[in-house]
């Protein structure tokens, strides 16, 4: 090649073949750069759970209950009390007109064909104890302690859980305080008048007795 036609083919423009690879070269690098530099994060599906947040006591004596709970991954809830059918539920839900006795509520909660169940279990008392029998007291004067006592109530839902009393010292007109106790230890100078009242453990209460005053829960003492 003489002298002239090297000096021609070196100032020539390189083609459009020639020219893009080295650009190539660079965006493939730059791309593999980037990739390593931050890499794809697979984020892992939640496991699916349920668990309840509200419900009854474990003894009522309120015939309504209510239910929430917190699901997590779920796409369908299900609910139910006791042996019904299960029924669509969403967040909360509030069953009426609860029956007295032992009661089993469930949430259950789907995703695909996976589910978690979370389940309460609680019993409604609608019915107040018996009231006590009180025993203790005298009509007679007396210079030593007087112990008078309730015993004797039943229930027929939760059963008896304590008893509570009061003293009147003016024949009923005014009352102390409800205490907490099966018995009571009168000191006092004077005539006083206890009644007692029984305790479920749904907290069901009977009726105050004696409802009059009686030997047997008056107190005088001198």
């Not at 453990?201 to 004696?210: D, E, L, T």
Request: proline share 6%; aromatic share 8%; glycine share 6%.
């Amino acid at each position: 090649m003489t002298p002239a036609r090297t000096r021609r083919a070196a100032l020539q423009p390189l083609s459009p073949l020639r020219r893009s690879i080295p650009v190539a070269l660079i965006v493939c690098a730059m791309t593999a750069a980037t990739a390593a530099a931050y890499p794809l994060v697979q984020h892992a599906t939640p496991a699916l759970r349920v668990k309840i947040s509200k419900r009854p006591v474990a003894y009522s004596r309120s015939a309504s209950a209510t239910f929430a709970w917190n699901a997590m991954s779920a796409t369908r809830t299900l609910c139910r009390m006791d042996a019904k059918k299960f029924g669509t539920c969403r967040k909360r839900i509030t069953y009426r007109h609860v029956p007295a006795g032992k009661h089993t509520f469930s949430v259950r909660v789907y995703r695909g064909k996976r589910f978690k169940t979370a389940k309460a279990k609680w019993v409604v008392d609608l019915t107040p104890p018996t009231p006590p029998v009180v025993a203790g007291g005298s009509a007679s004067w007396v210079t030593t302690p007087i112990v008078i006592a309730a015993s004797g109530s039943a229930d027929v839902g939760t059963g008896v859980a304590s008893y509570r009393y009061r003293e009147s010292m003016n024949g009923g007109l005014t009352w102390s305080a409800t205490a907490t106790g099966a018995r009571t230890t009168i000191t006092k100078s004077g005539t006083t008048w206890v009644q007692f009242q029984a305790v479920d453990r749904a907290g069901n209460v009977s009726a105050w007795a004696p409802a009059v005053a009686g030997a047997a829960n008056t107190a005088c003492h001198s």
